[in-house]
């Protein structure tokens, strides 16, 4: 250790150093070189690709909805099953409910005209009525001559989400109107995607409605609510507001901007994105020199990195995420990928299920044949866990004797399966070790998720239940909560 302790302290000193001296002067050249060309070439260049680009990533990622939407607004099952009086709702929930899962929608509805039943995946939620603001909406989008619009509301099955709903109309052969059928996109998801733009083009990004309001934009957003009141962009609003496109520039606070806008038409909202200008000129010396001293740097930490703090990072990688007696993961590494995966469950709405394996009379086995023996039982069965498990699943060891087991996508019924697989060969396969008899058996304690439970309660219930099938004899697989189905 004491060589690590000499070296750390010198390579940090070298590197600050260095990246002090290279940023400061590269950073210093910039101020007094970057030039007009610079600006012009984002101008004419750069910035009109850059908003084609996001354009059509739009297009892709934003405007899935409404084809989706008009696709279940002309299904065939859609129009037999309102015609046939809405006599089987759990048909609608079971069709909402697979639009949701097969398109990664956030939500899935259609309100009929006939009943006014709000449908949702999760079933009948209300009945829209005019009296109530909340369901404005419908009755805005039933007047309006478009087959679609779209807006940004809160999600009625999920009061405290915002959601960028696609409300489809939906008409007979005749023209007669049905009700309004679509999906919706959390306004976080969309929010995420804007946040990707601006950080992938290193551009500001928003979109602004007709009237010029700003109706979505990324977390480092820098501007007014409405275009109309910042001083130098409301000057050319009415131009940007009038025209499908165009690129602008103003001045605000002695800063000049770049803008490129185009409308989206599906949406019906204007793409801006926007550059902040920079002066001077020798771009051209800037560029070799940036590019010298940047590759010098590079160079220079690289090597000190790969001779020094290299190797020892990759082996306290190791050390901090696997167990050193069993290779398992290590408990601090296995909490980060527990709650992960219990995220992606709450967003995805899948499955997921915990085991909890504890070795029955290990103590008893350490104390009579000694701690090397004892490792090896360990080692043994972390092996068998291993084998049982698929890529997806995570192993830890827990503590002691005591394993910790999460399984993705996989219901409680399913993990009781794997569970009593696991026992059976622990069972069979452990019954003697190094010529010794010893009979090695464990107790398994199953569970699964409930949407929004926190890590701490789910692993609860599983340590219930796994000190259920530690009192009841030991050698058995218990499960929570016998009344969970297994979700589909």
């Not at 759990?90 to 097969?102: D, F, G």
């Not at 946040?195 to 480092?220: A, C, H, M, P, W």
């Not at 204007?270 to 020199?289: D, G, K, P, R």
């Not at 709650?339 to 709450?346: F, S, T, V, Y």
Request: glycine letters at 4%.
């Amino acid at each position: 250790m004491k060589p690590i302790t000499l070296r750390k302290p010198s390579f940090i000193l070298i590197s600050s150093l260095l990246l002090s001296i290279a940023f400061a002067t590269i950073s210093f050249i910039s101020y007094f070189v970057a030039n007009n060309s610079l600006n012009q070439h984002i101008k004419t260049n750069t910035l009109p690709l850059t908003s084609d680009t996001v354009y059509s990533e739009v297009q892709r990622d934003l405007l899935q909805p409404v084809l989706v939407s008009s696709l279940m607004a002309q299904d065939t099952f859609v129009h037999d099953w309102i015609e046939n009086g809405e006599h089987y709702p759990e048909q609608m929930q079971r069709y909402l409910k697979s639009i949701q899962t097969r398109y990664n929608a956030f939500t899935a509805f259609f309100v009929s005209e006939q009943t006014t039943n709000y449908y949702h995946s999760s079933g009948i939620i209300k009945q829209v009525s005019a009296s109530d603001p909340a369901d404005d909406w419908y009755f805005t989008s039933r007047k309006t001559p478009a087959q679609f619009d779209i807006n940004l509301d809160q999600d009625t099955a999920d009061g405290f989400t915002t959601t960028l709903f696609v409300n489809h109309k939906v008409n007979d052969a005749q023209g007669r109107f049905l009700g309004i059928i679509g999906v919706g996109l959390a306004s976080q998801k969309i929010r995420e995607l804007i946040e990707v733009y601006q950080n992938r083009y290193g551009r500001q990004i928003y979109f602004i409605d007709r009237q010029g309001k700003v109706t979505l934009q990324g977390s480092q957003f820098k501007g007014a609510d409405d275009i109309h009141n910042l001083s130098g962009l409301g000057d050319i609003a009415p131009l940007i507001l009038s025209s499908p496109g165009g690129s602008y520039s103003y001045s605000h606070n002695d800063q000049q901007y770049l803008i490129k806008t185009r409308f989206v038409p599906e949406l019906d909202w204007y793409l801006i994105v926007e550059h902040t200008e920079h002066s001077s000129s020798q771009i051209t010396a800037t560029l070799w020199i940036n590019l010298l001293i940047s590759l010098v740097v590079i160079v220079v930490v690289l090597l000190l990195q790969h001779f020094t703090l290299g190797g020892y990072q990759r082996r306290l990688e190791v050390m901090a995420n696997t167990d050193p007696l069993t290779g398992t993961a290590s408990r601090h590494a296995f909490e980060l990928v527990y709650q992960q995966i219990l995220r992606l469950a709450d967003r995805h709405r899948h499955p997921v299920s915990t085991i909890l394996v504890d070795i029955d009379h290990f103590k008893l086995f350490n104390d009579t044949y000694g701690h090397l023996l004892g490792d090896k039982i360990l080692n043994q069965v972390a092996r068998i866990l291993t084998d049982s498990l698929r890529k997806a699943d995570t192993l830890c060891r827990w503590g002691g004797d005591e394993f910790f087991i999460i399984l993705p996508n996989c219901s409680q019924k399913n993990a009781c399966a794997v569970a009593e697989k696991m026992r059976m060969q622990i069972e069979t396969a452990l019954t003697t070790l190094e010529g010794i008899e010893l009979k090695v058996t464990a107790s398994f304690g199953v569970a699964e998720y409930i949407s929004h439970e926190s890590p701490a309660t789910l692993f609860k219930r599983t340590d219930q239940a796994l000190y259920r099938a530690k009192s009841r004899s030991r050698n058995q697989v218990e499960a929570s909560s016998p009344e969970v189905s297994e979700s589909i």
